[in-house]
């Protein structure tokens, strides 16, 4: 079993190892002496794993209930969440009770927050079934839900107790979501190891999947160790994501994924910066001909003025300016703080 350590304030283990799932009850209670654990889950991931996570609780001794929700970002709303704490309460969870998070990023966000939130915080733990969720939501404690005026606007910070990552659950997910993760993954190569950038180019990733997972989780960790409340460092994270954020609203968060977004985020900004000077040339072929690998677009029809439109727009509390990530070179990034009125003559190339 790999196990990632993770050093924040309430430091945690991260484990990864196929066929983990059907130990977990093992596993989490090795960290908790808790009395009940509310699985929570969506209809789609607790169809096929909420039997096996909960049979496995209970070979443990723990009281187990299980709260699914309907799949997908509608749900991901304050409602659900208030329907999650009636759910526990009539369950008569306690302080030293245990939430555990099954499913991907939606889940996870929701469930953290529910339990750093219910009774004034009680624990968690992770157990990550999207390529997404394993690689970018396991490590940094962000917890959240969406209101109407935007994603993620309410949430909170709060670490698991444990991070419980079964590669096998990928067997069963959609390929688009694999590629959906596959971004992310790309970017933990553009932004800090090229040797991993260059596994992903010369492997199949799928096939090595246990090591790759391993090396991006530890890669966040070591970016988010040296900065929990993302001020600095953190920063090198959101690759792609400024205008591949950008572009999700464009499309209104519906016509593409998250990862598809951030593919063309990468590729598009990597071929201003190149164009600029600061980017070793060679780089935004080689981003692109990757995406395209794990079939990531690498364009799109929205043009770059309409792109840094929206990006001004959005990031206007920021005070005029936005830190865009760029790559001296594949596998070395940093951060260049630019006004906002720069943005679209910088990626307009
Ligand atoms: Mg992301």
Known sequence: ??????????????????GLVHNCGELIRGVSNAGKITV?????????????VVNSLKAEGFD????????????????????????????RMSRGDLVVALGGGVTGDM??????????GINFVQIPTSLLAQVDSSVGGKTGVDIAQGKNLVGAFHQPL?????????????????NDGMAEVIKYGCIKDEKLFETLEQENALDIIDDVIEQCVSIKRDVVN??????????????????????????NFDGLSHGQAVAIG???ITRASEAAGITEKGATERIAALCKKYNLPVSDKAGTKEIAEVCA????????????????????SFTKKTPLCEVENFINV
């Not at 187990?64 to 369950?91: Q, R, W």
């Not at 469930?111 to 004034?120: E, L, Q, V």
């Not at 444990?162 to 694999?178: G, H, Q, R, S």
């Open 226 to 251: 040296r900065d929990e409340k993302e001020s600095g460092e953190r920063m090198l994270l959101n690759f792609g994501h400024t205008l591949g954020h950008s572009l999700e609203k464009i499309y």
């Open 1 to 18: 079993m790999k196990i990632v350590k993770v050093d924040t304030n309430t430091p945690y283990d991260i484990l990864i190892e196929r």
């Open 313 to 332: 727009s959005d990031k206007k509390a920021g005070g005029g300016s936005v830190n865009l990530v760029l790559l001296n070179k594949i596998g070395d």
């Open 266 to 268: 990468m590729v598009m």
């Open 64 to 91: 187990v209930s299980v709260f699914t929700f309907p799949a997908g970002e509608k749900s991901k709303n304050l409602g659900t969440i208030a329907d999650m704490y009636s759910h526990m309460a009539d369950f």
């Open 162 to 178: 444990l991070v419980i990552i079964d590669p096998d659950t990928l067997n069963t997910l959609p390929e688009y979501y694999i």
């Open 111 to 120: 469930a953290g927050f529910a339990a750093a939130s219910y009774m004034r």
């Open 40 to 52: 929570i889950t969506d209809s789609n991931v607790g169809a096929v794993y909420a039997d096996t």
